[in-house]
């Protein structure tokens, strides 16, 4: 009889077969909304200047952009680039879409990041204290800001922001990730910091309640749990438990679900990035899907899920570790 193939092989042929099916889906979905969308492609082209030109030049602009063939035609079309490695023009930039790309992923990647650490940390370390000092001022407070959090619109807290920090106080700037003229990588790394402050902490802040909510409540199961009991009745103190107990059994739950939650994150980052007018990729979706850009929308919509599945995958992995590591234990 042949072998059986081991365990992880199908978990990876698994992983490839899901992440196939998802883009599928993905670019099915991305060119049935482009066709039902009330913006006429070649008026967004124009800038609203359609009238201004007669009609044989729509004709032969039309024909230039593809736009006098159907929908299924122009997603073979662009299939068939894709498979060439081409991901297409942006009409909206003048440049291929791969260089809109390289130019603004980086910067939601870094915002991201930043982001995604700083909720962790922040989101981590309010859990682990609400949940040690359980019923307390503190641990109510924290959850009451949690379920603040977790209504709370991002963009609504964006202009909070805004007009706390930027108008009011004046500390730091209303927009953009840097000053006019200059471009992010020609400031310096305080300059760079000033203008990730507001976008950074408006993701934090927005997507750290979960992390909180969830730390609190495995921290409070692990404080009740038999061999927690059985330390401090020998005598353990509080602090020796929460470092080789508690923090052990909660802060991998609070990296898989943080990992879980990547979607809500990069959701939060296309709404954080229009805000503030941060020329990253989130940013670039909202206005390829104004403008009806076809090429460049569906590339960054590529690409977000790509992000989003590698974010759901790493979940998924750790979660099997982790489960696996207790039932060795």
């Given at each position: 009889?042949?072998?059986?193939?081991?365990?992880?092989?199908?978990?990876?042929?698994?992983?490839?077969?899901?992440?196939?099916?998802?883009?599928?889906?993905?670019?099915?979905?991305?060119?049935?909304?482009?066709?039902?969308?009330?913006?006429?492609?070649?008026?967004?082209?124009?800038?609203?200047?359609?009238?201004?030109?007669?009609?044989?030049?729509?004709?032969?602009?039309?024909?230039?952009?593809?736009?006098?063939?159907?929908?299924?035609?122009?997603?073979?079309?662009?299939?068939?680039?894709?498979?060439?490695?081409?991901?297409?023009?942006?009409?909206?930039?003048?440049?291929?879409?791969?260089?809109?790309?390289?130019?603004?992923?980086?910067?939601?990647?870094?915002?991201?990041?930043?982001?995604?650490?700083?909720?962790?940390?922040?989101?981590?370390?309010?859990?682990?204290?609400?949940?040690?000092?359980?019923?307390?001022?503190?641990?109510?407070?924290?959850?009451?800001?949690?379920?603040?959090?977790?209504?709370?619109?991002?963009?609504?807290?964006?202009?909070?922001?805004?007009?706390?920090?930027?108008?009011?106080?004046?500390?730091?700037?209303?927009?953009?990730?840097?000053?006019?003229?200059?471009?992010?990588?020609?400031?310096?790394?305080?300059?760079?910091?000033?203008?990730?402050?507001?976008?950074?902490?408006?993701?934090?802040?927005?997507?750290?309640?979960?992390?909180?909510?969830?730390?609190?409540?495995?921290?409070?199961?692990?404080?009740?749990?038999?061999y927690v009991q059985y330390s401090l009745a020998h005598g353990d103190s509080l602090l020796k438990v929460v470092r080789f107990h508690v923090i052990r059994n909660s802060l991998l739950p609070a990296i898989v679900?943080?990992?879980?939650?990547?979607?809500?994150?990069?959701?939060?980052?296309?709404?954080?990035?229009?805000?503030?007018?941060?020329?990253?990729?989130?940013?670039?979706?909202?206005?390829?899907?104004?403008?009806?850009?076809?090429?460049?929308?569906?590339?960054?919509?590529?690409?977000?899920?790509?992000?989003?599945?590698?974010?759901?995958?790493?979940?998924?992995?750790?979660?099997?570790?982790?489960?696996?590591?207790?039932?060795?234990?």
């Amino acid at each position: 009889m042949p072998q059986l193939m081991p365990t992880h092989s199908y978990a990876i042929l698994s992983a490839g077969f899901r992440l196939v099916l998802l883009l599928i889906l993905v670019v099915l979905l991305a060119y049935l909304l482009l066709s039902w969308t009330p913006i006429d492609p070649l008026n967004a082209y124009l800038g609203g200047n359609v009238f201004g030109i007669s009609e044989p030049q729509k004709a032969l602009l039309a024909q230039q952009l593809s736009l006098d063939q159907g929908v299924g035609q122009r997603l073979l079309h662009w299939l068939s680039g894709l498979a060439r490695g081409d991901l297409g023009f942006s009409t909206l930039y003048q440049q291929p879409v791969s260089s809109v790309i390289a130019t603004h992923l980086p910067l939601s990647l870094l915002l991201i990041g930043l982001s995604w650490v700083g909720s962790l940390v922040l989101g981590y370390l309010l859990g682990l204290l609400a949940g040690i000092y359980q019923n307390s001022w503190l641990d109510k407070a924290v959850q009451r800001f949690s379920w603040l959090m977790v209504c709370m619109p991002s963009f609504w807290l964006a202009m909070l922001f805004i007009s706390l920090f930027s108008i009011a106080l004046q500390l730091t700037p209303v927009c953009c990730a840097a000053p006019i003229g200059m471009t992010f990588s020609e400031q310096s790394v305080l300059r760079m910091l000033h203008h990730l402050l507001l976008p950074v902490a408006t993701l934090t802040v927005v997507s750290m309640a979960p992390i909180v909510l969830h730390t609190r409540e495995k921290v409070i199961d692990v404080l009740q749990s038999d061999y927690v009991q059985y330390s401090l009745a020998h005598g353990d103190s509080l602090l020796k438990v929460v470092r080789f107990h508690v923090i052990r059994n909660s802060l991998l739950p609070a990296i898989v679900l943080q990992f879980a939650t990547f979607a809500e994150l990069f959701g939060g980052s296309l709404i954080a990035e229009t805000v503030f007018s941060f020329p990253g990729l989130g940013a670039s979706i909202v206005k390829a899907g104004l403008a009806s850009d076809t090429d460049l929308l569906m590339g960054c919509t590529l690409i977000s899920a790509l992000m989003v599945f590698s974010g759901n995958l790493i979940a998924t992995v750790l979660s099997r570790y982790f489960i696996q590591e207790a039932g060795d234990a």
